[in-house]
Every structure is written in C-alpha cells, then in structure tokens.
C-alpha cells in the first residue's frame, strides 16, 4: 500500500443506505411511476418524443419499430432495446389502453396473452390523439433538460393537451412504491377536469356527477360504488369487474353461456382453460362444452350446458372461481413535484390543471413575442415605404451592407431589426397592393397581441382557453363509455346442488374411525344387507347414516370439538371396502375420538337444538343455527370438564324428557325444557349427581308412560322396566336405581356395571359387542320385563374372561343409538 492511499472509515449501514436511498430514487422518479402532469413514465415519454422528432407522425408512412427503438436507445433512454420495445407495445394494444398512443401495423400480440412479433417485424407511427400529448412542445411550453450524455435535449414532461393520467391509466411498481391507475373516458375526465376549473372548491360528490369511474378499455361491469369513492377521495379502492354474459336458449331445452366482454387484464386463454378444466375436473355437475369463439367480431366465448342443467348457478359458481369476476385495487400514486405522492382525483386533476396554465401561458408568452418581433418589423416596413425615396437614397449613398444599416438607423431611427429587414426587401414589395397589404397584417397582429396579452393579463380567459381547446378534444376523440357501472356489489352465492349431483348414499363410521361413502347402487350389488359393510378385522360399524350428498355431518369429538364435513366430501368407497381413516378427511387430533356423528339438512330448521351428555353427567342445549361454520378445521362445540368427555350429542326439538343412566345403575329422568339454552362454547349445567366411581352410560330421549327402559350388565344380564316406574325429577338430582347388582362370595355375579340402555315402545334388535370381539344380536323381547329395581336375567352368555362393552343399535332404525 502506498502511503498517497488514504481510507476513510465507513458504516456498511450508511453506505448501503446511501446506495440503496439513490437507488430507489431513480426508480422512483425515472422508471416506474408516471408523472402527475402528462401520465408517463419516462421510458414512454421518450418513446413519443422520437417518433415526433423523427417526424413519425400520423400523416406519414408506418416506419420500422426497430428504427424507433433505436432512437430512443441511442439519444434518450441507455437501457436494453426489450423494455423500449415493451412500452411500445403496450402503448399500440387497445385492450390495454384506453385511447392507444402508437398506430402499430403487424401482429403486435393479443388477449391470448401472445407476443408482439420482434421489433424488425412490426412497424409503427404516433396515434392522432398522441400528437395531442406534444402538441405546441416546440413553442417553449415545458422545459428541456441534457439527455444522458449530454448531446442532445428532452423534455421533462409533455404539454399533454388532455388528461391522459387518468385516460389511460397506468401500473407500476418500483422500490417501497407501486401504482395502479384505471383508464377512464375521455369525456367524463375532461368534464370533470372543467368543472374544477371552473369551480376551485367544488366538491368530491360533484366531480362524480360528471366522472362515474373507470371505464376499461374491454368492458365489463364495475361493481361498488363505494370502493370508487373510497379511491377518489383516498386514492385507494377496491372495486370488482364482472364480465358480460348472457344466458342463451337452444334447441332441446338446452341453454349455454355466451361471455362477450371479459374483465380488465384478463388474459382470455388462462381464462378459457380455467373453465375447461373445471368441465374436466367435474367440479360443476353441468357444463358440456367450453368455446373460445372470438374472431373479427369480437370476444366471444361459449359455455355450453348439459340438458337441464342450472345456468343461473353454473355462472355464479364460474364468476366466483374464475377471473370472469377479478378485484381491482385502485393506488393512485404519481410523482409530483419530483416525489411520488398518493392522490385523489380533485388533486390529480387539480395537477393536471396546474399544468395547462403553464403550458397555456408559456406557449402565449411565446406567441405573443413573436407577434411582437412581427408587428416591429411590420412598423418598420410601412414607415420605410411612405419615405421611400430618402430610404433609397441613404441606401444608395452607403458605402456597403453595413454602412446602409448604420445609416438607415443613424438617419431614420430605425433599431437594428427593421434596418436589417429592410435591406432584405424584395422590390416588388414596393408595389402599391404590398404596401396595403403589410398594413393590414400589421393591424391584425396588432389585435393579436392584445389578444395574447389580455390571456396573459386575466385568469379567466386563460381557463377559457384551455376549456376551449379541452372540448375540441373532446368532440374529436371522445368515445362512448364501454363498462357500465352498479353500485352494489352483487354476492355471489353458489348453491351447493351446482356443485355436487344430489344422490341418496350411506355413510358408515367404525369404531377405529375408518368413514367412507356409498351410492345406493354400490350397497344393492353388495348384497343390500346393512350389516355387511367392509372393515378391517377387529373392527366393526358402529354408525351408518342415510344422507343426501346436499347434506352436512356434524362430527362431534369427546373433548368437545366438532367439524363441519360436507357428506359429498366424505370419500366414496364401494360397500365392501373398509374405507379411509377419519383423521384422512378431518384435522382429527392424535389423543382425541368421535362421540357422535349427526346429519344436518339446513341449520336453519325452527325449534331444533343440540343437547350434549357428558360422562361426568353434565348437560347442554344450544341451538342448531349457532353451530353454522365455514371453518375445516376443528371448532368448539362444547366446554369439557379436565376429567370428562362428551358421551353423545342428540338433535332435539326440545319437547322430549332426558333420561340418563349410569354405570352403576342410577337413573334420572327430567324435562328436556328444564335445561335453557346457552352458549355454543358453555360448559352446560348438572343433569345427575354422581358419586366419585360413577359416569352416565347412556342417555335416552323418551316421552310420556309408554314403553320400557331396559338395561344390560357387563356380564349380560339384562330387563326390562316400565317407563312408568321412572318418576320425572329435577335435574340435578341423585336419580332411581334401575338395577340391582348381586353381591356376596356364593352368588353368581350378574354384574358389576351397565354397559348401556335403550328405549323401546315396540320390539327393537340389538347388537353387542364383547371385549374380545364377538357379536351377539339380540332383541328387546327377549329381555325380561320385571321391576325397576331388579337383578336381571341372563340374556347373552358371556365367556368367562370376557365382558360386553357396547350395545349397537340396529341399522335399519332411524332413532339414535342409545349408548357407547
């Protein structure tokens, strides 16, 4: 290191700070975000400023687009030619634009999302409303700077002779910043920009009343009114842009959907694919064909409907899972005053305006000098010409060009500019018609100048001319408004039988918590018996439910959780499959189980609640509606004790009694009504006071006197008692023996715990399941009837090391199990 080498220490947080601060700066100012006054982005600035220095201009020949890359490259813009060659392209796109800015001729791409051919291929000149963008650039209206090395100049803004900010809209996204701008119409933002002209402290609500909202280049229907208020006032909005459709009639009562407008920067072939793969995937039961029919005519896209197929509903579903329907957020942020600034429309446009008088005024300025320098050559012309003689003679006396010039001025006053014009008039100037006809050029460039002046002098005439000239852009440019507008946004609702075909099918649930669904045909060619579904050995069906696919299963946990599982979305299987583990289809967790499974047609049935049973003898009524979910995962549905879990849930119409029993033989029975309903997430309140070795077994619903309680012991003795003898109590109460275990070293055990109970007006069948898997079916005739309080007779013969743990229900009834 030589010691002329001087370091001088730095923080690496300053200097990448600093770099980065520039960076983001350049960015910022010079890339990506348009500025206020002319609605470009410098790289677009450019573009338009070669083509009309080069004389690209409408009224001449297409030119080579590579030619105009070039330019731009070489004089304006050191970056790569692709850029250049994108903003280009997309100035020449009428679905992106919504007014184009360049005339391009060849394939300059499509909605399809295809390329423009390459820059050597396509050729191009300035649109007529982009010369309105440079109009009077030449007479001094915005200011130049040296372009990158210094060769040449640029303007930094273009007089932009209307708003094209807002016409044309504009994205972008830069470091820390991004913009999103809507195209607009052109009449309604040059209405509006003339209403703020005219009235300074017009308000937000007025503007509107001359500029709806955006009005995109390819249509469609702009949705919430709100949004665009909350965009206007803020510069942030939400909007949604639904396409136009319309549903048509066919031959053979078929019907199809014909889409002809679709929403903003849509790519029409992603969209056709993502409805042809919703055909394919048959996520909607109902649609036969998808068409891209688009050609010269215009966009036009076809979804034809199978025979009686729900239009109405399809739509609703495609609206809602394709971008036939998209959000739109506005971001109004453009640069003003070199730094980028969110805006609302009264400061967008109050910018623009601001900038006209700028434009207006300097190219006046302009004007009126050289009227000025116009009207002093003229008045030293004419007073030339009625002293004609003496002119000639001093000229003739001088001794050269010079010498005349002295002369004229030294001689006749005349100031240097109108001795030197003079000298160069033409001799047939000095015929009598020349002569009058220089005075009168001369009084109309008199009125003239006052005319210029007097714009300079008021504000009010300044503001004439700019409306004056804003209006005849208007009449010539101005289009109809191609997207309407709706103030409410329209929810899209998707009934369920769009999605799924309503089939009747069985749902059955092991007791190892393998599920699965079955279609009616698949149970038929089974065999039709109920209790020959598939399961893995040792394990057996402890639920089968009947459901419509339309239907919803409430899966209850026993530590009080519940999941809301579609039944269409219960994988099917054929009757003889095992099928898959519930944990496969809900977010089950590892250390919890399924107490109860129960099918929902509307949550909205009258009257109807969930009552849930704990083993500790807690009970809970909450109603049906408050167990609505769109979550998939697991939700409360009831407080559970640390030392408890839910033993059944049963759906109720509350004009029941309950009847709980209990391991060691205690039962209660008291009126449903007596347990209010509460809250989806409360604990419930005590239906039977149990000693510390108690827990209930079971809990029936039961009604009036008739039929009888029976109950069956763990080693298989079982009777039956009549309801009757099952006084209705308080809740909360000890209960009634309903059993009676036999006690002392030479009895033979009839038990040590019910294993469960049921209810039954009419013969019922039953099926137990023993600990070592075997299965003795039984029926409630031939359970003994004897008193409440009684030992029971022996009803299933029970190996020695063995012991019932639960009773099943038949599958061929509707009532719900009465125990596990």
Same mark, same amino acid.
């Given at each position: ?204 609500? *007025? ?110 579903? !495609? ?39 700028? @434009?207006?005024?300097? /190219? ?64 047939? /100037? !000095?015929?009598? !018609? ?158 919890? &189980?399924?107490?109860? @499974? ?50 059944? @849930? ?13 391991? *060691? ?87 040590? &715990? ?20 075997? @299965? ?45």
């Amino acid at each position: 290191m030589s010691p002329s080498e001087q370091f001088m220490p730095a923080f690496l947080e300053e200097v990448v700070g600093d770099r980065f601060g520039r960076y983001s700066k350049y960015i910022i100012q010079d890339r990506a975000i348009p500025d206020v006054r002319d609605g470009l982005k410098p790289v677009q600035r450019r573009i338009l400023y070669a083509m009309y220095d080069s004389g690209n201009t409408p009224d001449k020949t297409y030119r080579k687009s590579a030619k105009t890359v070039g330019d731009v490259m070489g004089n304006y813009h050191p970056h790569g030619d692709s850029s250049i060659y994108e903003g280009m392209v997309r100035m020449a796109q009428p679905w992106k634009m919504g007014h184009m800015l360049v005339d391009g001729h060849g394939n300059w791409g499509s909605q399809d999302d295809d390329p423009a051919a390459a820059m050597r291929y396509t050729e191009a000149r300035l649109s007529p409303i982009a010369m309105e963008m440079l109009r009077d650039i030449e007479k001094r209206t915005v200011l130049f700077k040296d372009n990158f090395d210094n060769t040449a100049k640029e303007p930094v803004v273009l007089p932009s002779r209307y708003p094209n900010l807002l016409v044309n809209g504009v994205s972008g996204i830069s470091s820390g910043f991004a913009t999103e701008i809507p195209p607009h119409n052109l009449r309604e933002v040059i209405d509006a920009s003339i209403a703020v002209m005219e009235k300074p402290s017009i308000e937000l609500d *007025e503007i509107m009343m001359f500029m709806k909202g955006p009005d995109f280049p390819t249509g469609g229907l702009i949705m919430g009114g709100d949004g665009i208020l909350d965009a206007y006032r803020t510069g942030k909005g939400r909007i949604y842009i639904r396409s136009k459709t319309e549903i048509e009639n066919m031959r053979g009562g078929k019907q199809q959907i014909v889409i002809t407008e679709i929403p903003y920067q849509v790519v029409k072939s992603r969209l056709v694919t993502a409805m042809e793969n919703i055909r394919l995937e048959k996520k909607v039961e109902g649609i036969a064909e998808v068409r891209d029919e688009s050609g010269r005519e215009g966009l036009r896209i076809v979804v034809e409907l199978k025979k009686e197929a729900d239009a109405q509903g399809i739509l609703a579903y !495609l609206l809602k899972k394709t971008d036939l329907q998209v959000t739109y957020n506005f971001n109004m942020v453009a640069i003003v005053n070199k730094a980028p600034h969110q805006l609302g429309l009264k400061s967008i446009l109050e910018a623009y305006i601001a900038h006209q008088r700028e @434009v207006v005024t300097f /190219r006046t300025r302009f004007e009126l000098e050289k009227a000025q320098d116009r009207a002093h050559v003229l008045e030293g012309l004419v007073k030339a010409l009625n002293i004609l003689d003496e002119v000639i003679a001093a000229i003739k006396a001088s001794k050269n060009r010079q010498d005349a010039q002295n002369n004229l001025m030294w001689m006749f006053g005349f100031t240097e500019r109108q001795a030197d014009s003079i000298l160069t008039l033409q001799l047939y /100037r !000095l015929t009598n !018609l020349e002569i009058n006809s220089l005075e009168k050029e001369l009084g109309e460039l008199m009125k003239k100048i006052a005319q210029l002046q007097s714009i300079l002098d008021s504000d009010r005439k300044l503001i004439g001319v700019i409306r004056k000239e804003l209006m005849e852009i208007r009449e010539k440019y101005g289009i109809d408004r191609r997207s309407a507008i709706q103030g409410e946004v329209e929810e899209l609702k998707v009934n369920l039988e769009v999605l799924v075909n309503a089939e009747d099918v069985f749902v059955t649930l092991s007791k190892e918590g393998y599920v699965k669904r079955t279609g009616m045909q698949s149970f038929t060619r089974s065999g039709g018996e109920r209790s020959g579904s598939g399961v893995k050995d040792g394990d057996y069906i402890a639920q089968v439910l009947e459901v419509n696919t339309l239907e919803n299963l409430l899966v209850f946990t026993r530590k009080g959780q519940y999941f809301l599982l579609p039944v269409h979305q219960v994988p099917e299987f054929k009757w003889k499959d095992p099928g898959t583990a519930i944990v496969n289809v809900i977010p089950l967790a590892k250390d919890d &189980r399924i107490a109860s @499974v129960l099918a929902v047609k509307s949550f909205e049935e009258p009257n109807h609640s969930l009552v849930f049973v704990t083993r500790r003898g807690q009970v809970k009524r909450t109603e049906l509606k408050d167990y609505v979910t769109k979550r998939s995962g697991a939700v409360a549905a009831c407080k559970v004790g640390k030392d408890d879990e839910v033993l059944s @849930v049963h759906l109720s119409t509350g004009d029941q009694d309950i009847m709980l029993i209990t391991k *060691e033989a205690m039962a209660i029975r008291f009126r449903e009504d007596e347990v209010n309903p509460m809250g989806r997430v409360s604990g419930g309140v005590r239906g039977i006071q149990l000693r510390d070795t108690d827990e209930v077994v079971s809990a029936l619903w039961v009604e009036g006197d008739e039929g009888e309680v029976a109950v069956l012991s763990d080693l298989g003795y079982g009777k039956r008692s009549l309801l009757l003898d099952y006084a209705i109590q308080s809740r909360g109460g000890k209960g009634l023996a309903t059993f009676e275990f036999k006690e002392g070293k030479r009895v033979k055990p009839n038990g040590s &715990r019910i294993v469960g109970a049921f209810y039954c007006k009419e013969q019922r069948k039953i099926t137990v399941m023993t600990k070592e898997g075997q @299965v003795f079916p039984i029926s409630s005739e031939g359970v003994p009837i004897t008193e409440r309080k009684h030992i029971g007779k022996l009803i299933v013969h029970v190996d020695k090391q063995d012991e019932i743990v639960e009773l099943l229900r038949d599958f061929n009834e509707n009532q719900p199990a009465s125990s596990s």
